[in-house]
């Protein structure tokens, strides 16, 4: 084979890194420390032309191949071990066309280098919570976000995706081209190929009425209550996810209230600014919370409210359900795990996907979830790799704690790797049409290293 990496080397535009190579350890590094795979070759693309080189090296040499793009995917799919990681991170051109509001973009980009793009033009996309996150990984498995009641997931917004097969053939992907790729995209992760350009549909939202209210840990139960009815037959403008968390030992938040485990809600409200005092007086009147940081801001300001307390190197454990509602007893079992939250990187989000999303039908996309309410995602996280078991196992004992008030499955961005039957559960009545597709497009499962469809025997 070392003939055929001198072979690329001299075809690529982009740039190949072995593992003698002094580059190697950094480009093999993604955002959760927890994971340390030791690729064959790294491959970062520039081109399209690039990804099919890449691809069509991978299958003529039986090298596994894993699909690179932000890296922040929590199981570290990202890398493959002993294989050939398409990395897609230095592909990150973006056109924005203000008059139609739409954006074409690759694969690359972070929801930071979207918002920078669109947020001049007054646009945003519905998708994340994180700046540093990959806009591409969000939104292949469905991609949620700050603004999913307001404008649905990401899937729901995009129109189009341009994708290397695992022939090697670029294929165009919208309603009327591939359509049944174009559907199995949406959701079905990076089990289809290698997707090197998206094209979205943008919502005209520059500035928010958003940031985080915390109350006491002892008014937990009355705060769920509380945010559980205000939301539940709100307008789609108004947004709200609900955290167990404990307050960092930092700047900007109050000394008195460092290390104080407190629940909370990370509001964003889309509609008329002038109206925003009035809607929040009822929320700023319960309590009243002991930290209010909601004003008007941009839109990049809460999607990067976040980013410097996770940067890339820490440990991350992940879990996640689905749920419909938040009994008195799933309620209790959420104050029990989220009081223990082990320090404070380590926390538990309740993310809204109802209002917008619940427009599009269960089968019109393949993420199969518009029933729901949340989703709710677990994570334990720690700068400090003693604590790995710690973290690990304060996650898996909640997720198991609640897992008896969820509807089964998880959404697949925040899927450790958890076994096939995990997959399929979360797919429900759409699976079987993705292993069609998935036969169809990748009947060898050469795109494999992800949340995998398999395809038919």
Not at 41 to 58: E, H, T
Not at 65 to 84: C, P, T
Not at 399 to 419: I, K, R, T
């Amino acid at each position: 084979m070392k003939s055929n990496i001198a072979e690329l080397k001299g075809r690529a535009s982009g740039e190949i890194i072995l593992p003698t190579d002094k580059k190697y350890d950094e480009a093999r590094t993604i955002y959760n420390a927890m994971i340390d795979k030791h690729p064959a070759l790294i491959f970062k693309c520039k081109d399209v032309d690039d990804v099919i080189m890449a691809v069509n090296f991978a299958r003529e040499n039986g090298l596994e191949v894993s699909i690179r793009s932000g890296g922040h995917n929590g199981a570290g799919l990202a890398l493959v071990e002993d294989g050939l990681v398409i990395d897609l991170s230095t592909m990150k051109e973006i056109k924005v066309n203000p008059e139609k509001k739409t954006a074409k973009l690759q694969p690359g980009n972070t929801l930071g280098d979207l918002d920078k793009a669109t947020h001049e033009y007054g646009l945003a996309l519905p998708v994340g919570i994180n700046g540093t996150t990959g806009v591409a990984g969000l939104t292949l498995g469905g991609g949620l976000g700050y603004l999913s009641r307001k404008g649905g997931l990401a899937i729901d917004n995009l129109l189009e995706a341009e994708v290397v097969l695992a022939s090697g053939e670029l294929v165009t992907a919208n309603a009327i081209s591939h359509p049944d790729l174009f559907w199995a995209l949406r959701g079905g992760g990076g089990n289809f190929g290698v997707v090197t350009s998206f094209t979205f549909n943008l919502l005209p939202i520059k500035n928010v009425y958003a940031g985080p209210m915390f109350w006491p840990m002892e008014q937990a139960e009355e705060a769920m209550k509380f945010y559980d009815e205000l939301t539940k037959n709100a307008s789609n403008d108004f947004y709200g996810f609900f955290a167990f968390l404990m307050v960092p030992p930092a700047d900007p938040f109050p000394k008195e209230l460092h290390n104080k485990k407190v629940c909370g809600v990370v509001w964003c409200y889309t509609g008329p600014i002038e109206k925003a005092e009035e809607i929040f007086a009822p929320i700023r009147a319960f309590g009243p919370p002991i930290l209010d940081w909601v004003s008007e801001m941009p839109m990049p300001a809460l999607n990067g409210m976040f980013d410097d307390l996770y940067p890339t190197g820490m440990q991350w454990y992940w879990r996640a359900h689905y749920l419909k509602e938040l009994s008195p007893e799933c309620i209790q079992e959420n104050i029990k795990h989220g009081s223990a939250v082990p320090n404070f990187h380590s926390t538990t989000h309740f993310y809204p996907i109802d209002g917008k999303v619940h427009e599009t039908a269960q089968e019109d996309t393949a993420w199969a979830n518009r029933d729901m309410r949340w989703v709710q995602v677990i994570v334990g996280v720690s700068p400090d790799p003693s604590e790995a078991d710690k973290i690990t196992n304060w996650c898996k004992a909640y997720h198991e704690g609640v897992a008896s008030y969820a509807e089964g499955g998880a959404y697949v961005n925040f899927m450790m790797q958890e076994g096939q039957d995990r997959v399929k559960i979360s797919y429900k009545g759409n699976y079987e049409r993705l292993v069609q597709i998935k036969t169809t497009y990748d009947p060898t499962n050469f795109f494999h290293i992800n949340q995998n469809i398999k395809p038919a025997d």
